[in-house]
């Protein structure tokens, strides 16, 4: 039974609970058993709230506390996101030790729906990367090959799931950091609309861009999440106050295979060529044939300045990004270092952040403090700002001609540990094919589209502003087609 | 004790240019960006929340009252109020400011274009507004030990974050020219004139003593008559509205010694120190951060409805300078004794008790006279005094009618002061009723006269001023109530004396 359950997707594991086949105790002890198996190997979490999940599994087995269709299902948190009472450290040395005194709001939804928060997931030190290596705590290893990344930044949440410690994740995505960790760990991960999500809560790297949203291995399990977790906040003045996107009713339509009249624009500067691998060219070309297959009409679009989007989105992180890291200064919470009570407090601060941040952090907060200083910032931040701009003109004339955008998610399957680590100019260009998206605030879905040499290859569904359910139409009826999840296909851990 | 030369001397030689940046924190029953509330005096680090602690993952959400308070601060100073605008950050590290930037606005602040009239000296001076903007106030450090109370040489810090967060308004002067010797009093009306209008429009509670109202004071000199600006230096917290008059005049005589020995003015922050009057030299501008401002990404921009700025601007109180104007004609008084009643604060306490029939003089009198000492006296400012303007048109009509002499009414008043009774309560409960009838006090004429045989004598013999201990006497006996003139009559009738 208990290997039964951890090969469940949440919406089985949820029925079954309520049903009362089993019980919300059960589901997450398996889970939490399958963690001591298997993460010594994958090192997916952070940090395992063993009696705070079991407790709510209580609570949802008891009768009286929350109900719905994911009530008792256990989940896996990226560490950015705050919990009240148990560790955030955002995979930083800076935060090691912090005990939240509150619930981001995705937190107090996930409560609120019963489902069972497992622990809190590795990722790349303040969601900065696309690898996992640049956590604090070392890195993730990508269950289909434990000498590969997970991808990143949200590694420890995609390498959860895709290692079965957990039906669900939730992961975050600032230019790609639920997208590429999806593709190259076999899931489905969703970036939605920007301000779909609440983002109270969500320790910021770029605050225009940080979007926080579900992982699973099924599209409609990550659809069941994004209906908990998506909704006004006001807490949160950059939340769209407009209902949920229909997803969950979307994902079921996708999965009876019938894409007919869908009209579907491949973009012409993020589909292939140089820097991306043959079999992940491949493996796109044979989704497209699959969506005419299933009645959808396919033809090429152009958004020129995509070429820009690399370089606009470096900058406009970067600056955001210096400006939300300057509050770990050693004074109010997480780590001090030097204060030998001598020092002053400029060298407090300074001792603190330097022991506290690791070097792609610093390389950021160096380049976004140089890009908005005086005499640089309309060069810089400006221009880049400009950029976003065309980015959005460029979507809206391609969706003018096309339901949806697509594209690979990343342009290579899962790379090996250590193969980038030193050239951060190969790091960024996993996030090629997903910055637009993200630069332009729009949703995007990664859906499994095959395998390159035995490692899995996304296919990336962008749709207009609040249109998540077409992402999860399209990508339900090309999960359909394949039959079973993609995680079924990788090797026993 | 530093001797400065005056300002009226200064100005035949150099053009004052003075400029002023006030802080208004907004009387908002919460903060800025978050619920926290923003109550005085509470104890350290009890009115804060994750946001306004700055807590990873907090997030700011704009304060809709504290939108519309600037807006209408805008109007009342006849602003341009924008239609579209944005939050910027500001960023430095300090550890009062608990994100290490402050949310603030910069290239396109909520207002702008205004101006504010002052009257000095009978001379109307126009006053630019450049902007009006809105950001959050910072927290609070107390830096111990160390001989500065800054916080190098300090031996520790404590912060108190009940502050920050707090709305605060930023409005500021475009450069003042033309205003010669009287400068400093200018700049001290433009203060003064700016805490009626925020007063007026009930925005704040405008107590520079709490810092709910700050200022910093900008002043230059160039050379009289050649329009050149002069270099500036930047006065920090000026907090009242005579150190804003004594700044600027220990200002204007520092730099012209300093322009007169052929050096030159450093761009530069200057602290004023209340107790000695002088400024002496902060930060210095050539060393100042780069504060890398840039658009707030955690908020919307703000795009006030023309409708409700227009509702807003319909809605506006009638501002001081218009209430002076048609005070004036009802009250019969003269620009410097508006000016006179506004200071002490008792401009409407007038106005209500004319309005309430009495006199304007009988009113200007009792309030700035015997009123404002009973109120100074108490340590609490006019309004709060237990009597009401109607209670003080009663008085007046009782002495105007005969009823009371100016000595009853006086005490009249104390009764209302101290049982908060109504006047005619007091009156009738203390028998404050003058007493002129003759053959009432003929028996208190006779008994001080036999009290007094001496000083009868005198009168007698000629010497009519003794007789003022007679009637004293009888005052004394009759607590005050008997008609001092009557009784003086029938003294030197019964003594046989001139009256």
């Not at chain 1, 079999?279 to 070429?307: I, M, N, Q, W, Y």
């Not at chain 1, 290859?457 to 399209?474: E, I, K, S, W």
Request: aromatic letters at 6%.
């Amino acid at each position: 039974m208990s290997t039964e359950l951890t090969t469940m997707t949440g919406a089985e594991l949820g029925a079954a609970i309520a049903a009362g086949q089993t019980s919300a105790v059960e589901v997450t002890q398996a889970h939490l058993d399958r963690i001591a198996e298997v993460d010594g190997r994958v090192h997916a979490y952070l940090h395992v709230d063993t009696e705070g999940a079991l407790a709510a599994a209580r609570a949802v087995d008891s009768g009286d506390g929350p109900r719905g269709p994911l009530a008792g299902v256990p989940l896996a948190l990226k560490d950015v996101i705050v919990t009240r009472g148990v560790p955030t450290t955002v995979g930083s040395r800076i935060l090691e030790g912090w005990l939240p005194p509150y619930d981001a709001t995705v937190t107090a939804k996930l409560k609120a729906a019963g489902i069972v928060i497992l622990g809190k997931t590795n990722m790349d030190e303040f969601a900065m990367g696309s690898s996992t290596e640049n956590s604090a705590y070392g890195p993730t290893r990508n269950p289909w090959d434990l000498d590969r990344v997970p991808g990143g930044s949200s590694g420890g949440s995609s390498a959860a799931v895709a290692a079965y410690t957990a039906p669900l994740s939730i992961g975050t995505d600032t230019g790609g950091s639920i997208r590429q960790p999806a593709a190259v760990t076999g899931l489905v991960g969703h970036k939605p609309t920007y301000g779909g999500v609440s983002r109270y809560g969500l320790v910021a790297f770029s605050s225009s861009l940080d979007q926080a949203g579900p992982f699973a291995r099924t599209v409609l399990d990550t659809a069941l999440l994004h209906e908990v977790m998506g909704g006004h906040d006001p807490r949160d003045s950059t939340s769209i106050d407009a209902p949920v996107p229909p997803v969950v009713a979307a994902a079921r339509q996708g999965a009876t295979g019938d894409l007919t009249g869908l009209r579907v624009g491949v973009v012409k500067e993020i589909a292939g060529g140089p820097g991306y691998e043959p079999g992940v060219e491949a493996a796109t070309r044979d989704a497209l044939a699959r969506l005419e297959k299933l009645g959808a009409t396919v033809h090429e679009v152009s958004c020129p300045s995509f070429t820009y989007a690399l370089p606009a989105y470096y900058l406009i992180a970067p600056s955001e990004c210096s400006s939300n890291l300057a509050r770990f200064d050693a004074v109010r919470y997480g780590l001090r270092t030097g204060d030998d009570g001598v020092a002053s407090l400029e060298e407090v601060m300074s001792l603190t952040r330097q022991a506290g941040f690791g070097a792609e952090v610093k390389r950021r907060i160096i380049l976004g403090t140089y890009a908005l200083s005086s005499g640089y910032y309309d060069a810089y931040y400006g221009s880049a700002q400009k950029v976003r701009t065309l980015i959005g003109r460029d979507f809206a004339a391609a969706f003018a001609h096309a339901d949806v955008l697509v594209s690979p998610s990343t342009p290579t399957v899962a790379f090996r540990i250590g193969e980038r680590a030193d050239d951060p100019l190969a790091m960024y260009a996993a996030d090629l094919c997903t910055l637009p998206a993200s630069l332009a605030g729009i949703p995007a879905i990664s859906v499994p589209s095959g395998l390159s040499e035995g490692l899995p290859v996304g296919l990336q569904v962008m749709a207009p502003a609040l249109a998540d359910d077409r992402c999860y139409r399209v990508a339900a009826a090309l999960e359909a087609d394949h039959g079973h999840p993609l995680t079924q296909e990788a090797p026993s851990l | 004790m530093t001797t400065i030369e005056s300002a009226a001397d200064v100005a035949h030689r150099y053009d004052p240019v003075i400029g002023l940046e006030t802080h208004v924190e907004l009387g908002t029953a919460s903060k800025m960006f978050c619920g926290c509330p923003t109550t005085f005096g509470a104890e350290p680090n009890t009115q804060v929340c994750p946001v306004c602690l700055g807590l990873p993952g907090s997030l700011p959400v704009a304060n809709a009252t504290a939108i519309e308070s600037t807006i209408k601060i805008g109007l009342a100073l006849h602003c341009d109020i924008a239609s579209w605008c944005r939050f910027a950050r500001k960023n430095y590290f300090y550890p009062d400011m608990p994100k290490d930037f402050q949310i603030s606005q910069y290239d396109e602040p909520l207002c702008t274009d205004g101006h504010l009239d002052v009257v000095v000296d009978g001379r109307t001076f126009r006053v630019e507004i450049e902007r009006v903007h809105l950001e959050e106030d910072t927290g609070k450090s107390l830096h111990v030990g160390g001989a500065t109370g800054r916080i190098h040489g300090a031996d520790h810090s404590l912060v108190d974050y009940n502050r920050a967060g707090i709305p605060l308004v930023e409005i500021v002067t475009r450069p003042v020219l033309g205003t010669g010797a009287l400068a400093p009093e200018v700049g001290k009306a433009y203060v003064t004139e700016l805490r009626e209008v925020l007063r007026g429009l009930g925005v704040s509670d405008v107590r520079m003593e709490q810092g709910s109202l700050r200022c910093d004071v900008n002043l230059s000199l160039s050379p009289a008559g050649s329009g050149v600006l002069g270099t500036r230096s930047e006065t920090k917290n000026v907090n009242s509205l005579r150190s804003v008059e004594r700044a600027i005049r220990f200002e204007m005589g520092r730099q012209a010694e300093l322009l007169d020995a052929g050096g030159r003015v450093v761009q530069e922050t200057r602290h004023f120190h209340e107790d000695t009057g002088v400024t002496t030299p902060g930060r210095s501008k050539e060393e100042a951060t780069d504060y890398r401002y840039f658009p707030e990404p955690d908020l919307v921009p703000l795009a006030p409805d023309a409708a409700w700025v227009e509702r807003l601007r319909a809605g506006l109180p009638e501002l001081p300078a218009a209430r002076r104007a048609r005070l004036a004609a009802s009250l019969e008084a003269s620009e410097f004794e508006l000016g006179s009643m506004a200071n002490a604060g008792v401009l409407e306490l007038v106005a209500e008790t004319v309005a309430a029939g009495a006199p304007a003089a009988e009113a200007r009198n009792w309030w700035l006279g015997y009123l404002a000492q009973q109120a100074n006296a108490a340590g609490v400012e006019p309004a709060e005094l237990a009597i009401t303007p109607a209670q003080v048109a009663r008085v007046v009509a009782l002495v105007a009618d005969g009823t009371l002499s100016t000595g009853l009414a006086r005490q009249a008043v104390d009764g209302v002061l101290e049982t908060g009774s109504s006047v005619d309560e007091v009156v009738a409960a203390r028998g404050l009723v003058r007493v002129s009838d003759v053959d009432a006090l003929g028996a208190a004429v006779d008994a001080a006269i036999a009290a007094q045989p001496d000083v009868a004598e005198k009168v007698r013999g000629g010497k009519v001023a003794a007789a003022g201990a007679l009637v004293g006497a009888v005052m004394k006996a009759t607590r005050g109530q008997a008609d001092a003139k009557v009784v003086r009559e029938l003294v030197l009738s019964r003594l046989g004396a001139p009256g």
